[in-house]
């Protein structure tokens, strides 16, 4: 992953300190103009493709004579490129996306949609861009919202705590990534686990399955923490991204602090608009799940994935509902028995449903046979 590259860090803290050398007039100039740089050196389509991007979202929004169709036009083709891009990516071929696209894309749609409805902060270009092409989150996110951003752009001043708390998540989010899921998770105790496998079948299929959700959870997250603390150093405080997600006792939980910023959007974007139109709060649910899934990767196994996780939601909303009139019930010894329950069984519908974007299908279903049989 380029977040991990000696390079990509050159790039970030370089454009951290000219930042803070520029004058203000010249820092969202300077923020875009790094970005665009690190782009055209290491993958000069992507620059090419995101600055295009970036073009039609601007354009669409400038135009006030017929504002509805822009956007409506606009929000169609960067969805439809990205879908185009996703879907030759999933084919054998090893086609490659453009750096950084599906964040990318996601925030230009909420800019436009948001200019749409005349809810952003009076801007320049050079602040658009800057928003789009902020080093940090251009990669690995989050997706970070336009009006915070612009907040912190006009009022960026040297602040002693926010630079410690950028290094501090900085230094936190490579341990989880190189220290606890690389070495600890990967290179310690997954090799012993595969040593249990010849006498301990289902125990180590078991904590194979664990520590395959862990790691995938700890690298992700560490990406997070990384491009959050260096926003920080810029003097930018994005979006945090995930809040101890395996303390939630339901899936809905789950889901409100799992990639906070990928679900923020979907259900400001698209429950939100689904649930309006069809007062369905179950089939909007089905449809945000599905979404999500695709927007990781349009594959066979991210449909079975996200409709998953969609139905889960779906019985949760179900579930809470019906039991709505009885909410006092959560309280004492009882209450304390099924948050206990309720956090067992979401831990584990997560941890099975990583099994299937984590492998293909034979292999997820090897995990799933032995975890029923005992490997018997």
């Known amino acids: 992953m380029e977040i991990l590259e000696l390079s990509w860090l050159a790039w970030v803290v370089t454009s951290v300190v000219t930042c803070w050398l520029l004058p203000g007039r010249w820092r969202p100039w300077g923020i875009a103009a790094f970005a665009l740089a690190f782009l055209a050196v290491t993958d000069p389509p992507s620059a090419l493709i995101l600055a295009t991007m970036a073009a039609i979202t601007w354009w669409a929004g400038a135009r006030d004579d017929r504002r ?3 956007i409506a036009a606009a ?3 960067l969805l439809g490129v990205l879908a185009v891009f996703k879907a030759a990516a ?11 696209m599906s964040y990318y894309t996601f925030r230009c749609v909420h800019y436009a949609l948001e200019r749409f409805k005349k809810n952003l902060p009076p801007h320049t270009a050079a602040e658009f861009l800057a928003y789009l092409f902020f080093l940090p989150t251009l990669i690995a996110g989050p997706i970070h919202r336009f009006p915070e951003f612009h907040r912190d752009l006009r009022r960026t001043r040297l602040d002693g705590g926010l630079l410690s708390e ?8 490579y341990a989880k ?11 310690q105790l997954q090799p012993w686990i595969a040593g249990l496998a010849p006498s301990q079948p289902w125990l ?3 904590l194979y399955m664990l520590s395959a959700g862990f790691t995938g959870y700890l690298t992700f997250a560490g990406y997070s923490d990384v491009a959050i603390g260096f926003a920080r150093l810029t003097g930018f405080r994005v979006i945090e991204n995930f809040n101890n997600p ?3 006792r339901n899936i809905i939980e789950f889901w409100r ?14 429950y939100t608009t689904v649930f309006s139109l069809t007062r369905k709060p179950y089939f909007a649910a089905l449809a945000a799940m599905l979404v999500i899934g695709l927007w990781h990767e349009i594959s066979s196994r991210y449909v079975i994935w996200g409709l998953a996780h969609g139905l889960a939601v779906a019985c949760c909303q179900w579930y809470q509902r019906r039991n709505a009139a009885r909410a006092d019930a959560t309280t004492g010894g009882r209450g304390m028995l099924g948050a206990v329950a309720g956090w067992f069984v979401t831990f584990h519908f997560v941890m099975l449903s990583f099994m299937l974007v984590m492998h293909d299908f034979d292999r997820t279903m090897d995990i799933y046979r032995t975890l029923l049989t005992g490997g018997r």
């Open 246 to 248: 395996f303390a939630s």
């Open 68 to 70: 509805h169709p822009g």
């Open 177 to 187: 990534i190189l220290v606890v899921s690389g070495w600890m998770i990967q290179s």
């Open 166 to 173: 950028g290094f501090e998540r900085v230094l936190y989010g």
């Open 90 to 100: 999933s084919q054998a071929g090893g086609f490659a996306m453009p750096l950084g």
């Open 257 to 270: 602090r799992w990639h906070i910023s990928l679900t923020s959007w979907v259900r400001d974007y698209l």
């Open 75 to 77: 929000v169609v083709l």
């Open 204 to 206: 180590s299929t078991y």
